[in-house]
């Protein structure tokens, strides 16, 4: 790759070390801004980039070894020139061991380091001879540390996933991360059929194989941009995961339904409830924000709903003309991500126990609000995207103790994952579909 497409990964990396912008909007402004740059350039940025950052504690780890100054140590522009070329060395067969150390170098050189060009050298050049003899954390003796740097994820992450997975669970769900998943989508019945949407999509030379969870769900692959897909622009089908789609089937919505959805953006879970609640039911959907609002709507809108309202509403704030109305709450509640965190590298490296514990707290600040909506005999269905059980079981157990609800069995929704308590947790490299937490209460009086 050329100089100029080095030194565009270099500054997105350093837009992410030094301001901590979230790395894939870091890499969208990049994008955007080198959008005549060729189709490969831009795959080579986009690569690395997300390499780099997805890699970043193991290359760090690896650096480590072959250098006096530790990464954390070095200047923040020295330390990105040394990952890239050492996920160059490690990840990257198209470019030779020379390219990467000398572009490295030149890099450092550019930059006002010439003084570091022999350090840079020596680094690179001593990994790229040595890579096969370094010695990794041994799993028995250390297997924090072993878990940290074969998946690139913080010690505290490890720690957190250690309490509630035994080790071999933990390497399937870490082990996800790296795996190409094909992307779920949910054919919108109510317009075509599964099996039309599966012809079209063949028809335009995408992979496509039924979802084993959930009966309207397509595991696609092998397309470039999704809006891009026949059928989607029409509202032909939707991009789902299964676990989501179970979420709203737990809910065991009814035709002429009034469904309350309370954190709802971008919509998913809304545009099916709003399916099943059909022309004489209604949902109501939300979002804290009209910049969120407005994803909810454009969706709503592709698909053609017209059964759905769409309002910016603070989850926390009591909405007293909903106060028993509600047949079905959904509260698919803000969370750590941890069931997603190979989709989004940010969330593995943000997550700590401190930020499990706030978030926990607001789920129950909003479970205590939204479960006033539902009337007695309705349903709350209240999900997450991770798979931490202080988000999770501890909040449902927190929820029935002081609430006039119990759990209701979703087993024949999700069978084979002990259902019958009222929640289950779905898991990422293990299950089809993200990491995923569902469970369902009913209001007793
Ligand atoms: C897990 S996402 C929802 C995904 C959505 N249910 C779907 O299926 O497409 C959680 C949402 O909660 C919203 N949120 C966070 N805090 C909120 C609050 N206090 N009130 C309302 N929405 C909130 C976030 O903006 C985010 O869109």
């Given at each position: 790759m050329d100089t100029k497409t080095r030194e565009v990964v270099l500054t997105t990396l350093l837009d992410i070390e030094k301001n901590h912008t979230f790395s894939n909007i870091a890499l969208g402004t990049a994008l955007r801004a080198n959008?005549?740059?060729?189709?490969?350039?831009?795959?080579?940025?986009?690569?690395?980039?997300?390499?780099?950052?997805?890699?970043?504690?193991?290359?760090?780890?690896?650096?480590?070894?072959f250098s006096k100054t530790k990464v954390n140590k070095c200047k923040p522009l020295i330390r990105c020139v040394l990952r890239m070329g050492t996920y160059e060395l490690f990840f990257m067969d198209s470019v030779p061991d020379s390219a990467a150390c000398n572009l490295s170098v030149k890099l450092a050189v550019d930059h006002g380091f010439g003084s570091l060009r022999g350090f840079v050298n020596g680094v690179l050049r001593n990994i790229a001879r040595n890579r096969d003899g370094i010695k990794y954390p041994d799993k028995n003796t250390s297997p924090l540390e072993y878990y940290s740097v074969e998946y690139s994820v913080p010690v505290e992450l490890v720690e957190i996933l250690l309490q509630d997975y035994d080790s071999e669970t933990v390497d399937r769900i870490l082990g996800s991360s790296y795996e190409m998943r094909p992307t779920s989508i949910r054919v919108n019945t109510d317009r075509i059929?599964?099996?039309?949407?599966?012809?079209?999509?063949?028809?335009?030379?995408?992979?496509?194989?039924?979802?084993?969870?959930?009966?309207?769900?397509?595991?696609?692959?092998?397309?470039?941009?999704?809006?891009?897909?026949?059928?989607?622009?029409?509202?032909?089908?939707?991009?789902?995961?299964?676990?989501?789609?179970?979420?709203?089937?737990?809910?065991?919505?009814?035709?002429?339904?009034?469904?309350?959805?309370?954190?709802?953006?971008?919509?998913?879970?809304t545009m099916y409830a709003a399916s099943l609640a059909g022309q004489t039911g209604r949902v109501i959907s939300r979002d804290l924000t009209e910049n969120k609002t407005e994803l909810i709507e454009e969706n709503v809108d592709r698909l053609g709903l017209t059964n759905v309202t769409v309002e910016a509403w603070d989850a926390r704030d009591l909405d007293e003309n909903l106060v028993g109305k509600a047949d079905v709450v959904i509260a698919d509640l803000p969370c750590s991500g941890l069931g997603i965190m190979g989709r989004k590298n940010d969330i593995k490296y943000n997550v700590t126990g401190d930020s499990i514990d706030e978030l926990a707290q607001l789920q129950r600040d909003i479970l205590d609000t939204v479960s006033r909506y539902v009337k007695t005999g309705g349903t709350l269905v209240y999900s997450t995207c991770t798979i931490d059980s202080r988000e999770n079981?501890?909040?449902?157990?927190?929820?029935?103790?002081?609430?006039?609800?119990?759990?209701?069995?979703?087993?024949?929704?999700?069978?084979?994952?002990?259902?019958?308590?009222?929640?289950?947790?779905?898991?990422?490299?293990?299950?089809?579909?993200?990491?995923?937490?569902?469970?369902?209460?009913v209001r007793t009086k």
């Open positions: 959008q005549f740059m060729s189709k490969q350039d831009r795959a080579y940025i986009t690569r690395m980039v997300e390499g780099v950052t997805e890699q970043r504690i193991k290359l760090d780890y690896i650096i480590n070894q059929s599964v099996d039309e949407v599966e012809r079209k999509l063949e028809t335009a030379g995408i992979e496509t194989v039924r979802g084993s969870l959930n009966d309207t769900s397509l595991l696609i692959k092998g397309y470039d941009y999704v809006r891009r897909i026949p059928g989607f622009m029409d509202g032909e089908f939707v991009v789902q995961d299964q676990s989501s789609c179970l979420a709203v089937r737990a809910a065991g919505i009814q035709n002429g339904d009034l469904v309350v959805d309370v954190c709802a953006a971008p919509g998913g879970k079981q501890n909040n449902v157990k927190w929820f029935v103790e002081n609430h006039d609800f119990e759990t209701v069995s979703i087993d024949e929704i999700v069978p084979r994952h002990g259902g019958d308590k009222g929640y289950v947790t779905l898991l990422q490299g293990v299950d089809e579909c993200d990491g995923f937490f569902i469970s369902k209460f």
